[in-house]
Structure formats: C-alpha cells, structure tokens
C-alpha cells in the first residue's frame, strides 16, 4: 500500500516526482525516496519520516536528470528504516526500483539470488532490481529484462524501472496493484493515480493486471505481459478525467478531512446527477436477482448496512453484507443467479477486488459502487454506480460515505419505481445538513477538548443507526487513537456495562424515530453507572449531559445527518491531541494488501 510515481520528459524530473509523491502520501507515509539519472549516472536518495521530513533532509526534489522514479512507503515486509525506504538497487546501483504491492515467493527468488547478489534490506521488493540486473547481465534490454523478471514474481506488484545505461526511459508492470500513465506532450507521467499528476494531465490510460509500460519522453508503449509478446504493442484507450485541481488542494482549509466534511452536502447533490436509466437498471438487476450479497470493507461496508436496511425497508428486498476480506469463504453461495455490489471508494482495496474476482469466476453479475474512475473496482465490474464526490484525500472516509449512503438511497426509491421521490427527499436532506454543520462545530470542538484524554469511548444505538455508531468509533479510533466501541444499544447491559465508569463518554445515537425510546433507555442505564452521555438526537433528554443536536428528518434518512457530527468530533479529538487527522499512524488510504 505504498504509492509510486515516475517522470520522463526534458524537464527535471525531480521535482515533478516529489510534486507527484506529496500527492499520494494518503497511501503510505513512514519512509520516502527518489532515483533520477543524469549523465549516465544514477541518483537516489531515501529515508524514515513523512515526505515533508524526508525533504527537509534531502532535498529529494533538487535531484538531477530527466527521468526519475519515487515512493512513499507503508510498510508490509521489514520495519521502518533507511534501509527498507525505496528505490532499491541492484549490486553495482545501476538500476533503481520502486515497488507497491507484496512479492509473495521472494525468499525463493532471494534464495537463488543470494549466492552471488549482495541484499541491503529485509524487503520483499529488494528482489526486482536484482533480477533485472540478472536478465540485463545476459544482454537483455531493460523493457526484456523487466519482462522476465514480472514473469518470475508471484503475488501483486505495480513497480517502475530505471536504468543507468538506457536512460531516459521507465519500464513498468502491473499485477493486481493500481497504475496510470499521465499523457503529456513531450513527457510521460507514472503513478499509483490520477490526482498525483492531475496538474499536468488528465489524459490517462489505466493499465491492466499483466500489461507492461515502455515510457520515453511522450511516448508511451504498452504491451500485455502475460502474452509475452514484446513485439506486438497493445492499442489502448486514453481517457480523460474530469477532477480538477481544486478537487485535490486543501483551498483554505487546515486539513482536507475538515474540507471534505463540509463539502458533504454537495457530494449529495453531486451523486443525485447520476444516469436515470443507470440506476434504473441498477434497481432491477437487484430485484431481479435470486440473491444479492454487498461486499465492502471499513467505512464502505458500513454504508453497505444502511443500504441493506434501506433495500428491505424502502422495498422488501433483503440482501446480506459480508466483509470482503471473509468474501472468499462464501463464495461457494454465490453463483449466476447471485448479483454482488462491491462497495469501495478507492476501487483498490485488495479484499474487495478479490471478492468481485470470485463473484465473477462464479458467473455471479456484479454492480460496484466506486468513487476513483478507472479503478481496477470499477473495470472489473458489469454495472458501475460512480459517487462522483470527486478525490477523497484525507485517509480517514467521509464525504465518501454520505456519498454511498446517496446512492443507497437511490437504488433503494428506484427498485419501488420512486427515483424522483427519493431524489427530491435528498436534496432536501443536503440543505438540512449545510445549516447543522454550521451549527455543530462550536460545540463538538468544546466536547473534543473535554473529553480528549479518556481513555474509551462508547457509540451506542439501535436498528440502522447502529451502523453509524460503529462509523463513528471506527473513526474516533482511527484518527484520535482513543480505543471505541460502537453497539447496538441493547447489548450493552449483556457485558460491556461493566466497563463504564465515571466519566466514561458514551454517545447515544437516537433520532426520533422507531428507535428512539429503546435507545433513551440504554443511555439512562449508562449514565446511572456514571457514563457522560452525549446524545445525538432532534430532542434533548434527561439522559444527555451534553446535546448535539440534528435537523429533523423523515425516519429512513437518519443516517445521513447522524454521522456528521460524528466525523467532526473524531476531527476535533485529533485535533485536540496534537494528530494529523489526515495522516494517521500505520495506516494507508488504498489498502492494495490482502
Ligand atoms: C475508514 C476508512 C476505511 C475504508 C476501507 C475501505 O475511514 O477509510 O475503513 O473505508 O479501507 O476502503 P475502500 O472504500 O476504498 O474500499
């Protein structure tokens, strides 16, 4: 789950790479490093630390050459050193790699490697240059060498090439992990996505598991790998993309996770300009279908259990949601008759990719509902349902969310031949939650700054809403580090009750809806045990020593408003403990890894 990035042009490539590079630090942000080649001479520097700490020290940008190559790491195979940062090098620093993905039979290849290759690092990728170096030992051409090397790699990797005696040039190949080629005049663009090279570009061509890329400055050349036919260059489509580059900077804001919580209610508005008949058709495939099985992970399969509730609630449709990293051991359920959505902002993560492989080597049709054009999600899938929230750049998922959430709504109204009433109901729901987040902000920063050095935090609530108490602990933990649990309210009496103490923050989520009453229950049996409860509601309660308050809305769009105050109190309580809400620790926004 690291990202890539390379360059080719007439242009220093350095700090095109770094520019590229700062742009997909969401994927992995422990170590950082760049290779250039300039007069035949191959440059690289690397090290610990996010890229702007990495920067400080090495000036990776005042990198010499037109060529170059550079990562961001998230580390899989070896801890966080120098030593494991990329590129890696051959034995005489000749070729220089960088790497995403897991190389999964690399102590073999180490192995055969070893007697005569002299290792530096503990990574799996450390074996790529040293197999070029092998091939390009026997003669072979970079592009060749490269070739073969995919040819002996098990596992996924997308990785970029260079090499001191053929410069001006990068040779890529991809295998289950995401790569896009920039097209520019005079120069070529390489990254693990769009948005790292959008300012330059948005003329792309995505590349497909198995494919190789040969770029010289503007032109680049693909060939299918798995083929192995080195001649016989492939003819692919260049698409553009319609992201602009205001989509992917912060314009004001400190952080983008605050920017894409308040772009919320338009990314609603944005998911409702979806194609009538597309989500018709949608609509009726679920129908349809003798059964329909929702796979996602995190954040997404969360939105896939409102869109659960809202398929049986809006239209007695019941479907089931599995996690897509337990997908496999249900698969043998899921045959033609089976319709799967795969539900993934990025359209990279590696548990779902592998769900919709096995929905399709089932003859199972497959609807996804992606965000990131292009992805490998998205390709692989019948039926595509875009979110349209534009680039989502904080880790943590948010406007996302809301946006699935959208789109749930819209397939549920269009399976009951409604659309217009759902899309009206919506819009309406957008303009209700631009006026609560003007008013929430003031006080989930106070309630932040109060609790922020409790050790746990409690998300409770019943029916649908029980999914957003689990979206709001997974996002406290996620970017203020403070253990949370989220619950259906019942069950808190059956064993968890023993955990709350004085002051323990527990949030109750309880709309008034079918809901309400239960829910007010449980949180006043929290709080006869000294729980601090703070209420998510349209009512205050006795129960509630602290009230954040939501607009009123019809029962089924609940969920909407009731997780926003949700991300912005996991905002402030990062904030509040001196964390980047955008880069938390250990974690990578595109998670390509099984
Ligand atoms: C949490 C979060 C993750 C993702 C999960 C799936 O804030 O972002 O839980 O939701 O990794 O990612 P996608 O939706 O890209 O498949």
């Given at each position: 789950m690291c990202g890539i990035a390379g360059f080719v042009g007439s242009e220093p490539a350095a700090p095109m790479v770094f520019k590229a590079l700062t742009r997909l630090e969401y994927r992995g942000y422990d170590s950082a490093g760049l290779a250039t080649i300039s007069r035949g001479h191959l440059w690289h520097k690397k090290g610990v630390g996010k890229l702007p700490e990495v920067q400080a020290q090495l000036n990776l940008d005042k990198m010499p050459g037109t060529v170059g190559i550079g990562h961001v790491r998230w580390a899989t195979h070896g801890a966080v050193t120098d030593a494991n940062a990329h590129p890696h090098l051959d034995c005489r620093g000749r070729i220089a790699v960088v790497h995403n993905g897991i190389i999964e039979n690399y102590q073999e290849l180490r192995a055969s490697l070893s007697p005569t290759h002299r290792f530096l690092s503990e990574t799996d990728s450390e074996v790529i240059p040293h197999l070029i170096e092998a091939h390009m030992a026997q003669g072979m051409s970079l592009e060749d060498a490269c070739y073969h090397t995919s040819r002996q790699l098990k596992g996924s990797y997308a990785f970029l090439a260079i090499a001191a005696s053929e410069p001006d040039k990068i040779v890529a190949c991809r295998q289950d992990s995401p790569l896009v080629v920039g097209h520019s005049q005079g120069r070529c663009f390489i990254a693990s996505d769009v948005p790292s090279f959008l300012e330059h570009t948005n003329q792309v061509t995505y590349m497909e598991d198995g494919e190789m890329v040969v770029l010289v400055p503007g032109q680049a050349t693909f060939y299918n790998g798995l083929k192995g036919d080195l001649r016989e260059p492939l003819a692919k489509e260049v698409s553009q993309i319609d992201w602009t580059l205001e989509d992917i900077s912060k314009q004001g804001y400190d952080y983008f996770m605050l920017k894409e919580i308040m772009e919320e209610p338009t990314t609603i508005r944005r998911a409702l300009e979806q194609d009538r008949q597309l989500v018709m058709d949608a609509?009726?495939?679920?129908?349809?279908?003798?059964?329909?099985?929702?796979?996602?992970?995190?954040?997404?399969?969360?939105?896939?259990?409102?869109?659960?509730?809202?398929?049986?609630?809006?239209?007695?449709?019941?479907?089931?949601?599995?996690?897509?990293?337990?997908?496999?051991?249900?698969?043998?359920s899921v045959d033609k008759n089976t319709l799967v959505i795969a539900v993934s902002q990025s359209g990279?993560?590696?548990?779902?990719?592998?769900?919709?492989?096995?929905?399709?080597?089932?003859?199972?049709?497959?609807?996804?509902?992606?965000?990131?054009?292009?992805?490998?999600?998205?390709?692989?899938?019948?039926?595509?349902?875009?979110?349209?929230?534009?680039?989502?750049?904080?880790?943590?998922?948010?406007?996302?969310?809301?946006?699935?959430?959208?789109?749930?709504?819209?397939?549920?109204?269009?399976?009951?031949?409604?659309?217009?009433?759902?899309?009206?109901?919506?819009?309406?729901?957008?303009?209700?939650?631009?006026?609560?987040?003007?008013?929430?902000?003031?006080?989930?920063?106070?309630?932040?700054?109060?609790?922020?050095?409790?050790?746990?935090?409690?998300?409770?609530?019943?029916?649908?809403?029980?999914?957003?108490?689990t979206e709001g602990a997974l996002k406290l933990k996620e970017?203020?580090?403070?253990?949370?649990?989220?619950?259906?309210?019942?069950?808190?009496?059956?064993?968890?009750?023993?955990?709350?103490?004085?002051?323990?923050?527990?949030?109750?989520?309880?709309?008034?809806?079918?809901?309400?009453?239960?829910?007010?229950?449980?949180?006043?049996?929290?709080?006869?045990?000294?729980?601090?409860?703070?209420?998510?509601?349209?009512?205050?309660?006795?129960?509630?020593?602290?009230?954040?308050?939501?607009?009123?809305?019809?029962?089924?769009?609940?969920?909407?408003?009731?997780?926003?105050?949700?991300?912005?109190?996991?905002?402030?309580?990062?904030?509040?403990?001196?964390?980047?809400?955008?880069?938390?620790?250990?974690?990578?926004?595109?998670?390509?890894?099984?």
């Amino acid at each position: 789950m690291c990202g890539i990035a390379g360059f080719v042009g007439s242009e220093p490539a350095a700090p095109m790479v770094f520019k590229a590079l700062t742009r997909l630090e969401y994927r992995g942000y422990d170590s950082a490093g760049l290779a250039t080649i300039s007069r035949g001479h191959l440059w690289h520097k690397k090290g610990v630390g996010k890229l702007p700490e990495v920067q400080a020290q090495l000036n990776l940008d005042k990198m010499p050459g037109t060529v170059g190559i550079g990562h961001v790491r998230w580390a899989t195979h070896g801890a966080v050193t120098d030593a494991n940062a990329h590129p890696h090098l051959d034995c005489r620093g000749r070729i220089a790699v960088v790497h995403n993905g897991i190389i999964e039979n690399y102590q073999e290849l180490r192995a055969s490697l070893s007697p005569t290759h002299r290792f530096l690092s503990e990574t799996d990728s450390e074996v790529i240059p040293h197999l070029i170096e092998a091939h390009m030992a026997q003669g072979m051409s970079l592009e060749d060498a490269c070739y073969h090397t995919s040819r002996q790699l098990k596992g996924s990797y997308a990785f970029l090439a260079i090499a001191a005696s053929e410069p001006d040039k990068i040779v890529a190949c991809r295998q289950d992990s995401p790569l896009v080629v920039g097209h520019s005049q005079g120069r070529c663009f390489i990254a693990s996505d769009v948005p790292s090279f959008l300012e330059h570009t948005n003329q792309v061509t995505y590349m497909e598991d198995g494919e190789m890329v040969v770029l010289v400055p503007g032109q680049a050349t693909f060939y299918n790998g798995l083929k192995g036919d080195l001649r016989e260059p492939l003819a692919k489509e260049v698409s553009q993309i319609d992201w602009t580059l205001e989509d992917i900077s912060k314009q004001g804001y400190d952080y983008f996770m605050l920017k894409e919580i308040m772009e919320e209610p338009t990314t609603i508005r944005r998911a409702l300009e979806q194609d009538r008949q597309l989500v018709m058709d949608a609509a009726m495939d679920i129908l349809r279908a003798r059964q329909v099985v929702i796979t996602a992970c995190g954040t997404s399969r969360y939105a896939a259990l409102i869109g659960r509730y809202l398929f049986s609630k809006l239209a007695g449709k019941f479907c089931d949601v599995v996690m897509a990293s337990e997908f496999q051991y249900f698969s043998d359920s899921v045959d033609k008759n089976t319709l799967v959505i795969a539900v993934s902002q990025s359209g990279e993560t590696a548990d779902v990719m592998e769900g919709v492989r096995r929905a399709k080597a089932n003859e199972a049709q497959v609807l996804s509902i992606v965000n990131t054009q292009g992805s490998s999600v998205a390709r692989a899938s019948d039926r595509v349902i875009y979110l349209d929230c534009g680039p989502e750049m904080a880790v943590a998922a948010t406007k996302s969310f809301v946006s699935q959430l959208a789109v749930f709504y819209l397939l549920a109204y269009a399976m009951r031949s409604r659309l217009d009433e759902g899309i009206a109901k919506l819009k309406a729901a957008a303009g209700a939650i631009e006026r609560e987040l003007k008013d929430n902000f003031k006080k989930v920063e106070r309630l932040a700054e109060v609790t922020k050095d409790r050790a746990d935090y409690y998300f409770i609530a019943r029916g649908a809403n029980f999914a957003i108490a689990t979206e709001g602990a997974l996002k406290l933990k996620e970017i203020s580090y403070i253990h949370a649990e989220g619950m259906p309210a019942g069950e808190l009496k059956h064993g968890t009750l023993s955990l709350i103490e004085d002051g323990t923050p527990v949030v109750v989520i309880c709309p008034q809806d079918y809901t309400h009453a239960e829910t007010l229950s449980n949180a006043m049996e929290a709080r006869a045990r000294g729980a601090y409860i703070i209420g998510v509601s349209d009512a205050d309660h006795e129960a509630f020593h602290e009230w954040i308050r939501i607009p009123q809305t019809e029962e089924v769009f609940y969920p909407l408003v009731t997780v926003i105050p949700l991300q912005l109190l996991a905002y402030y309580l990062a904030l509040a403990r001196g964390l980047d809400p955008d880069h938390p620790r250990h974690l990578a926004k595109s998670v390509t890894v099984k």
